[in-house]
């Protein structure tokens, strides 16, 4: 299958990039709700302390441009960040794991827009099967393999203990899930056409207190 040229330039965004966009699309919605039509690289750049050359760069991915001596308009900016995050589309997910990590991302959803749905929590626990957070109920974990086939969710949460990530990883792969956010410290064996992003809480704690304890690294 070719590959189309958005494709293509999608598939070259560094990931560096792609971690920063969202905090531009969330600066430039609260510009928005100032009433700023236009606002120049500089300017977002000094807002979020970062380098202007950066930021032009940055946006360049999205396939908008600024005007000399205006910058960019600030609505055309946030549906350009918006279509190229994928934000401005739902993708729902699943999401394994019911214990206090995964209810408070089922909370948080409740106020956020990401572009991402959980639409349901799976749990082995029965004191935790039955209940509903942020909207979303919580399943009995057997029920993910006939609901991923029927509403074709590809995208699975993990916020389960250590010992049982890999095990779920694989169940959802076997559903048909293609990307899986790993929120638990396991390294996921998977095969390599599944999209598998990792958010250590270890790792940025270690980053954290590492650049607490030596603020000049």
């Given at each position: 299958?070719?590959?189309?040229?958005?494709?293509k330039v999608q598939?070259?965004?560094?990931?560096?990039?792609?971690?920063?966009?969202?905090?531009?699309l969330?600066?430039?919605?609260?510009?928005?709700?100032?009433?700023?039509?236009?606002i120049?690289?500089?300017?977002?750049?000094?807002?979020?302390?970062?380098?202007?050359?950066?930021?032009v760069?940055?946006?360049?991915?999205?396939?908008?441009?600024?005007?000399?001596?205006?910058?960019y308009n600030?609505?055309?900016?946030?549906?350009?960040?918006?279509i190229?995050?994928?934000f401005?589309?739902?993708?729902?997910?699943?999401?394994?794991?019911?214990g206090?990590?995964g209810?408070?991302?089922?909370?948080?959803?409740?106020h956020?827009?990401?572009?991402?749905?959980?639409?349901?929590?799976?749990?082995?626990?029965e004191?935790?099967?039955?209940?509903?957070?942020?909207?979303?109920?919580v399943?009995?974990?057997?029920?993910?393999?006939?609901?991923?086939?029927?509403?074709?969710?590809?995208?699975?949460?993990?916020?389960?203990?250590?010992h049982?990530?890999?095990?779920?990883?694989?169940?959802?792969?076997?559903?048909?899930?293609?990307?899986?956010?790993?929120?638990?410290?396991?390294?996921?064996?998977?095969?390599?056409?599944?999209?598998?992003?990792?958010?250590?809480?270890?790792?940025?704690?270690?980053?954290?207190?590492?650049?607490?304890?030596n603020?000049?690294t």
């Open positions: 299958m070719a590959v189309s040229g958005k494709n598939a070259q965004v560094p990931e560096p990039t792609l971690k920063r966009l969202p905090g531009y969330y600066f430039l919605e609260r510009t928005r709700e100032e009433g700023i039509i236009n120049s690289a500089p300017a977002i750049a000094k807002s979020l302390k970062c380098d202007s050359t950066q930021v760069k940055d946006l360049a991915y999205t396939g908008i441009k600024g005007k000399p001596g205006v910058g600030t609505y055309e900016l946030i549906h350009s960040l918006e190229f995050l994928g401005n589309r739902i993708n729902e997910a699943f999401l394994v794991g019911a206090n990590l209810s408070a991302l089922m909370a948080y959803q409740e956020q827009s990401l572009g991402l749905k959980i639409i349901a929590g799976f749990d082995i626990d004191n935790k099967i039955g209940k509903t957070i942020g909207g979303i109920h399943l009995e974990y057997n029920k993910m393999f006939s609901l991923a086939e029927r509403l074709n969710v590809k995208i699975g949460i993990i916020t389960t203990p250590d049982a990530a890999q095990e779920v990883a694989e169940d959802m792969v076997n559903c048909g899930i293609k990307g899986i956010w790993n929120f638990s410290p396991a390294n996921l064996n998977l095969p390599e056409e599944i999209i598998v992003q990792r958010t250590s809480m270890s790792s940025y704690a270690a980053v954290l207190l590492h650049r607490l304890q603020p000049t």
